[in-house]
């Protein structure tokens, strides 16, 4: 059974991150390459899902989209690269 809510990070196409949360990550992204997700999505499209963490519930992933969105962009850029280093699979994003 698949995890209530990911947090999930985006690359922007001006290489800015934004950190949201969803219980589809597919749909949601669907969402925002169609300019619909987020005015700041939407205005640095095209983007591409870099980060997804699963979480057990909405509260678990908005206390830690707030924690990501404190991080700095070196800080958010490591956290990225330690993901795809654990999983070997950086194409799956």
Not at 41 to 67: G, N, T
Request: proline content about 6%; aromatic content about 10%; overall charge positive.
């Amino acid at each position: 059974m698949p995890p209530p809510y990911w947090v999930y990070i985006l690359e922007c196409s001006d290489g800015s991150y934004y950190t949201g949360i969803a219980k589809d990550v597919e749909k949601r992204l669907s969402v925002h390459q169609n300019g619909k997700g987020s005015r700041y999505v939407a205005s640095r499209l095209p983007c591409k899902l870099v980060y997804i963490q699963p979480l057990e519930s909405k509260s678990e992933a908005l206390k830690k989209e707030i924690e990501i969105k404190k991080m700095t962009h070196p800080q958010k850029e490591f956290l990225i690269n330690q993901a795809r280093n654990s999983r070997n699979t950086a194409s799956n994003f």
